[in-house]
């Protein structure tokens, strides 16, 4: 019997780019009941959970409440529903925004930030484990790839020449370039691996070594600082996402065997641009 692989928020831009690389793909919807869900998965064996509404857009109380709901309450229609399939396996996600700034931390490190997106990712992580099927979850860093997340944002402030710094230029970035995001998934699809991965590179940078090399990349000098009062005057609480340091490792990841494609800031943007 053919098996299928379902992805929940299948049209964000890590979703879109799985559709990409996968054959058999049921598409989840958050508005979908659990008998709606245990329907569709009938025949599937993974199921891939993206599903969240966009975490860089400007906070207010109302839209905190969407952002927990489209994560944790849509992740606990779909635990229900996996329990009542014959579902093998189960991934989830999370995002590097769980762990506290400036310091390194790989997944076995415990100390968590004390802030809403690190409370919201704890909750979301908590509800997903709670599935007694096999599960792993991915701890998101920041995802490049032109056709969506970050980068799809700078480029045209770059290619006018208008990118520069954040700041002092200190803030660690901690990225995965999205092809070597594509083989992490088909990596646990195939070993079945379990627990907490940080989807992350071996290798973050500061950013001004990113902004250096994304301007190598694109041919454009990168003079115009931006100052992080401008990013909390635009997104509020939400500019956390956009200027926090965060050091993180894969160090499950590696432990395993896998090797990424990408690892160094430099070859994945020249990758990224299409050089």
Known sequence: MMRYIAIAGASGFVGQALQNTLVNVVVLHRDDSVEILTEKLKYVEVVINLAGAPIVKRWNEAYKEVLI??????????????????????????????????????????????????????????VALGCTKPTAILRFGVVLGKEGGALSKMLLPFRLGLGGNIDNGKMMTSWIQIDDL????????????????????????DNAIFTKALGKALNRPTLLPLPKQILKLIYGEASCALIDSKEVYPKRLTDKGFKFRYPEINEALEHCIGR
């Not at 594509?182 to 940078?205: C, Q, R, W």
Request: charged share 25%.
């Open 69 to 126: 709901s489209s994560r944790v309450e849509t992740t606990k229609k779909l635990v229900s529903a996996i329990e009542k399939s014959n579902v093998s396996y189960f991934i989830s996600t999370s995002a590097i925004g769980i762990y506290p700034n400036d310091k390194s931390y790989n997944e076995f490190c415990t100390e968590y930030a004390d802030d809403f997106l690190a409370k919201l990712c704890t909750e979301w992580e908590e």
């Open 182 to 205: 594509m083989s992490i998934y088909h990596f646990l699809i195939d070993t079945k691996e379990t627990g907490i991965f940080n989807a992350v590179t071996p290798h973050p940078v």
